[in-house]
């Protein structure tokens, strides 16, 4: 393929970026903290379990947890349940510092950033801001979607149509980074290109795969779009 510049007017183009596992390692403190509660409830569950979490809101989160543990609770005892579990979530995630931030993510960032590619967060989570900023991550941003501005959660493709809508930038020319499999069908039905941070055979489906963001570059995710080019 002919070497293409990134040129924003001639070939442009947007990344979406889930957070948790894809810019951040805040998976281990999810575990962590379903996993305190559940032990507060008397069972427990596996690190094998915790992966089916991944990408899920928290309140299905919770139901997928009670579930494995043969717990029924009502919704209002679900609702202190899942406070109690955010409150150990978020003094963990007040602790965190930019040193958490996962292999080759703030360069890419930044390099996206200088050749003017807009940049979007898509993640289910409510807790986005603070682990931005704890990490400094917020400043690559044009456009935030978290939990607390989509009401349906991925496999949907709600949080990804919103980000590519916030940015002004058709679908088509979006690619979406996930290390959910939840989130890759969620980019497919959004009619993106997706970007797997995991593997084949945990993401079926993705155009690429990469263990974390140090292996892809600007020009790769360009070509991802550009490809007849
Ligand atoms: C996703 C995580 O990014 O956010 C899930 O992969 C988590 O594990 C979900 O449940 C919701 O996060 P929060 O911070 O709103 O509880
Ligand atoms: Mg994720």
């Known amino acids: 393929m002919q070497e293409l510049s990134i040129n924003q007017s001639t070939h442009p183009f947007a990344c979406i970026f889930d957070l948790d596992g894809v810019l951040v390692d805040t998976a281990v403190y999810h575990f962590q903290a379903w996993k305190q509660l ?9 690190e094998a379990q ?15 947890i009670l579930n494995w ?10 609702e202190v349940l899942a406070n109690t579990k ?6 963990m995630i007040n602790k965190m510092t930019a040193a958490e931030v996962l ?6 960032l930044q390099s996206l950033q200088e050749q003017g590619v807009k940049i979007a967060l898509g993640s289910a989570s409510k807790n986005s801001s603070i682990i931005l900023e704890r990490t400094q991550l917020t400043s690559y941003f044009d456009a935030i979607v978290d939990g607390n501005v989509v009401s349906a959660s991925k496999p949907d493709p ?7 809508a916030m940015l002004h930038v058709p679908a088509h020319l979006c690619v979406v980074f996930e290390d959910a499999q939840a989130g890759v069908e969620a980019a497919i ?7 797997g941070v995991g593997t084949p055979e945990n993401l079926p489906g993705a155009d690429q795969y990469v263990e974390n963001l140090s292996q892809i570059t600007a020009q790769d995710i360009m070509g991802l779009i550009y490809k007849e080019d």
């Not at 507060?40 to 596996?46: A, E, V, Y």
């Open 103 to 108: 292999p080759g993510t703030t360069e890419l």
């Open 69 to 78: 543990g043969g717990v029924e609770k009502t919704t209002a005892e679900k």
């Open 86 to 91: 955010n409150e150990w979530y978020v003094a």
């Open 158 to 164: 709600e949080v990804f149509t919103k980000a590519a």
């Open 189 to 195: 039905a959004g009619k993106m290109k997706v970007v």
């Open 50 to 64: 915790n992966e089916h979490l991944k990408g899920v809101n928290r309140m299905r989160s919770l139901d997928m």
């Open 38 to 46: 559940a032990n507060s409830i008397g069972f427990d569950f596996t």
